[in-house]
């Protein structure tokens, strides 16, 4: 019984290696046109490092990664997940007004967001202190890491 059960795992755990795809590149044309609107929007003056696509199982994941280590991730749909910058500030235009108001009036002088991510139920941004701020859809926060 232990060997037909070994067996049976090792067959799923090669199906799932199978039928995992690694990262293939791409040119940022190839992503969907969402995505290269968003990208000519707010990194325009930017040059791109390289691109690629990943397939998942609830569809093509992208990531574009800038030369400055500007790092850029979309869902299948072109929508944007997460913005990185190494160096500076994402753009402001990519940060909910009420949150860009809650870093401004909360004692984070000199601070810039370089990162933020979000999914259906919340936002989460990085400051340049490393600290992580969570809030929710309705921008109330819910955690804040130092």
């Avoid at 990262?23 to 390289?50: G, M, N, S, W």
């Avoid at 979309?74 to 990185?84: I, K, L, N, T, Y």
């Avoid at 810039?112 to 919340?122: D, H, L, V």
Wanted: no cysteine.
């Amino acid at each position: 019984m232990k060997k037909i059960l070994f067996v049976i795992a090792l067959l799923f755990a090669g199906i799932a290696t199978a039928n995992a795809s690694p990262e293939r590149p791409i040119t940022i044309d190839q992503l969907p046109k969402t995505a290269q609107e968003f990208l000519a929007a707010h990194f325009k003056d930017l040059t791109v490092a390289y691109a690629v696509a990943e397939q998942k199982f609830t569809g093509t994941e992208y990531e574009v990664v800038y030369t400055d280590r500007t790092e850029v991730d979309f869902r299948s749909d072109g929508q944007w997940d997460s913005v990185e910058r190494k160096y500076s500030a994402i753009p402001d235009s990519i940060v909910p007004q009420q949150i860009r108001d809650f870093v401004a009036k909360n004692n984070y002088p000199g601070q810039f967001i370089k990162k933020i991510e979000r999914n259906a139920y919340t936002w989460e941004i990085e400051l340049s202190s490393d600290i992580e701020i969570k809030f929710d859809v309705h921008f109330n926060v819910i955690d804040i890491d130092d």
